[in-house]
């Protein structure tokens, strides 16, 4: 468990250290969270690069700096994670450009973004709150609905979320998306969490259920 963010800074600042080309790395989970103090730790860094060139290069600093690549776990079967490595306290949750699928970092995710550092060889971004929460969920990882709530209690924009979650199934053509974060959203409800989209999503999500039925009718 990570419960300084000052030693993610460290490890950054290792990576740019023996990584050879400029890379973008784009963080979406809990160490997050912990720097703008959401959450006391994290037991990963879930890093998201927009490249396969990047994701290669990434690979190659980890391997120098003597992480070693591990076998995902079952929390992981719906996210499409591309690689864990580890190191000691450290665990690097690695994906490229998609995360759960054909859920992936837009446009949209990119310019709300927020550099924290900018080295010479690396550039970091934590993504959004609003971002981080849709991230989340789309997994089955133990505390992330936990996670979702300390997002919202303080303030976050509904409106960016499902506006964002209607960029990606655009982009994916992937709607059935719908009905995985509206599961997630029902639960999030039953443990007392409003949701002001719940009304607009839930139009979403019945016309999801009703084109469904208009094409299998039609099979």
């Known amino acids: 468990m990570i419960t300084n963010y000052d030693k993610i800074e460290e490890f950054f600042?290792?990576?740019?250290e023996v990584i050879e080309k400029k890379i973008d790395l784009f963080v979406i989970g809990g160490a997050v969270l912990l720097r703008r103090d959401l959450k006391g730790g994290t037991k990963d860094i879930d890093l998201v690069v927009d490249s396969k060139a990047e994701f290669m290069e990434f690979q190659k600093a980890l391997e120098k700096l003597e992480f070693k690549p591990q076998i995902p776990?079952?929390?992981y079967e719906h996210m499409n994670l591309?690689?864990?490595?580890?190191?000691d306290d450290f665990r690097i949750d690695l994906f490229y450009r998609e995360v759960c699928g054909k859920f992936s970092l837009t446009e949209g995710m990119k310019e709300r973004a927020e550099i924290t550092q900018?080295?010479?060889k690396i550039k970091i971004l934590h993504c959004s709150n609003e971002d981080i929460l849709l991230f989340k969920t789309m997994t089955e990882r133990d505390g992330d609905l936990d996670d979702c709530i300390r997002i919202a209690v303080p303030g976050i924009d509904w409106k960016i979320i499902i506006k964002?979650?209607?960029?990606?199934i655009k982009q994916s053509k992937q709607d059935v998306w719908i009905t995985w974060v509206g599961e997630r959203l029902d639960l999030l409800e039953d443990r007392g969490l409003d949701i002001p989209i719940m009304g607009e999503f839930d139009k979403l999500r019945n016309k999801y259920f009703e084109?469904?039925?208009k094409r299998l009718n039609q099979d």
Not at 13 to 16: T, Y
Not at 82 to 87: C, E, R, T
């Open 13 to 16: 600042n290792e990576v740019n």
């Open 73 to 75: 776990g079952k929390e």
């Open 82 to 87: 591309n690689q864990i490595f580890q190191k």
């Open 118 to 120: 900018d080295l010479e």
């Open 164 to 168: 964002e979650l209607q960029s990606q």
């Open 211 to 213: 084109d469904l039925e």
